[in-house]
């Protein structure tokens, strides 16, 4: 796999617009295609509404920013790219088609990877020239803010692409979690889902709103979650036996069980009560407003953690040392991004 001077994206609605960010940011060009040529004025928007945010995340010296272009030729991409990241609908069949087309006129040693929230590598692999270099990447929204990015192969990945991945997204402040196998929703997005149908059972059965059910975890799980996991915390909360402890304690519960396994069906009335329960919630305040919102305060936690080099904040830490150490190597002016840095 290549040094990445130009990541290629495919697709740039809100995740394809957050690797943009990310990218530029940390000093790799840019070329985005989507077919519906209206996306370029959008992309340039969310590149400018998360420099806010980025620009306050680290005051290390960073690489000069890179280069945003545009195009509605998939093709022409894919020429260019030394990396290519997909972002396109959520659709088995679409998605193997246009990451087919893609890897016709990509070079051999280019990288393509899909931010799929849960599809498998080896369902999207299946069509590819050189379906080696096929991966799942699967960032978090906001992807400029938040490090996470889930690593996923196929059957027929190479590990060499993996590793190559890996130093990639490192190199632009990213956490890569490598999944061991290939399974649907990857490892995040099975946790979310299990709590997200929890919340649709209890608003369905008039248990709770959308609004408490945010603040039974705002106010607590959620806020030792940024730090330490539900394993972990679980852990502490056995006292000096720990986990074997918690097992044995809450064990039965787990068999009774406290949690629905099938998803409600969504019902209109449902539908309803989500979009009221989530409006009362916004107050009135818009969608960029609450991103603002929320990205000033992951910005403030990650500095946070920072200070104790734990999770988020020890991806942060690193980062800047590695900027810093880059700097003093280019003699202070640290506006070089040579080859083979990778
Ligand atoms: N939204 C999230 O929170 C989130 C998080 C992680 C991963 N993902 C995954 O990222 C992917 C994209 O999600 P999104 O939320 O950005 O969707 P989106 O609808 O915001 O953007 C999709 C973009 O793809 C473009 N597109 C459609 N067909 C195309 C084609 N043939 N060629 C090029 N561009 C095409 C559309 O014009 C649009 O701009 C999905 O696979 C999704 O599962 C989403």
Not at 2 to 22: E, K, P, Q, S
Not at 46 to 58: F, I
Not at 73 to 89: C, K, S, T, W, Y
Not at 117 to 137: C, F, I, K, W, Y
Request: with cysteine; charged share 20%.
């Amino acid at each position: 796999m290549r040094h990445v001077g130009t990541l290629g994206l495919l697709g740039t609605g809100v995740i394809g617009g957050g690797w943009a960010a990310r990218a530029l940011h940390f000093g790799v060009d840019v070329i985005a295609a989507d077919t519906r040529p209206e996306m370029e004025q959008w992309l340039r928007g969310a590149v400018e509404n998360a420099a806010g945010a980025l620009g306050r995340l680290t005051s290390a010296p960073l690489p000069r920013p890179g280069r945003l272009s545009f195009t509605t030729d998939l093709d022409a991409m894919a020429r260019q790219a030394d990396f290519i990241q997909e972002n396109i609908p959520e659709q088995l069949e679409l998605k193997q088609r246009v990451l087919a087309q893609v890897s016709r006129q990509a070079a051999a040693d280019v990288a393509i990877a899909s931010s799929t929230s849960g599809l498998m590598p080896t369902d999207l692999q299946r069509n590819l020239q050189h379906p080696e270099r096929l991966l799942v990447a699967h960032p978090f929204n906001p992807v400029y803010l938040l490090p996470l990015v889930e690593l996923v192969g196929g059957v027929r990945t190479s590990a060499a692409t993996i590793d190559a991945a890996a130093v990639f997204f490192t190199r632009i402040g990213m956490h890569p979690l490598r999944v061991r196998r290939e399974v649907p929703g990857h490892l995040t997005d099975r946790l979310q889902e299990a709590l997200w149908r929890e919340i649709l059972h209890m608003v369905n059965d008039d248990i709770a709103t959308t609004g408490e059910l945010d603040d039974s975890i705002v106010y607590g799980p959620g806020l030792r979650w940024a730090a330490m996991g539900t394993n972990l915390i679980y852990h502490l909360a056995g006292g000096e036996t720990g986990m074997r402890h918690m097992l044995r304690q809450f064990g039965p519960a787990l068999k009774w069980p406290w949690t629905h396994l099938e998803a409600p069906e969504l019902t209109e009335a449902l539908i309803d009560k989500m979009v009221s329960g989530t409006q009362a919630q916004a107050a009135g305040r818009s969608i960029r407003e609450l991103e603002r919102l929320r990205d000033d305060c992951l910005v403030a936690i990650q500095q946070v953690l920072k200070q104790y080099n734990i999770g988020a904040g020890a991806t942060l830490r690193a980062l800047e040392e590695r900027l810093h150490r880059e700097a003093a190597v280019a003699g202070g002016s640290a506006d070089q991004t040579a080859p083979g840095r990778d």
